[in-house]
């Protein structure tokens, strides 16, 4: 697989190659990662310089612009109640679930560095 940016303001061009190898390792990294934060319940505020973008803000319990006669976003999602499978059974099922949704297949007309 190669891959291209192309930074057409300051006319240079970069490329990187990965291997089947990486690029299957990248993908079940991918599919851990999604799994993990599926599972995730608890999701507390992180203040950072990204806030101001955060359409959020209103409602946040650690914003300074919070609208204090409205909830929280917390307040207002009902979480079900944990049961069923293991955390690590369920990401794993939530892993080969999104393993087929994620087949990428390789494309070998696709030139490589050296040809």
Not at 25 to 53: H, M, N, V, Y
Not at 69 to 79: F, H, M
Not at 80 to 103: F, I, K, N, V, Y
């Amino acid at each position: 697989m190669r891959l291209v940016w192309h930074f057409v303001r300051r006319g240079q061009t970069c490329t990187s190659t990965r291997s089947p190898e990486q690029l299957e390792d990248l993908r079940e990294q991918t599919l851990k990662l999604i799994a993990r934060i599926q599972g995730e319940t608890e999701f507390e505020a992180r203040p950072s310089a990204l806030c101001r973008w955060c359409e959020y803000r209103a409602r946040c319990p650690a914003s300074p612009e919070r609208d204090a006669s409205l909830p929280v976003w917390e307040d207002e999602v009902q979480r079900p109640a944990p049961e069923g499978p293991t955390a690590a059974a369920r990401d794993g099922a939530q892993s080969a679930a999104l393993s087929d949704q994620l087949a990428l297949p390789l494309r070998s007309d696709v030139p490589t560095a050296g040809g």
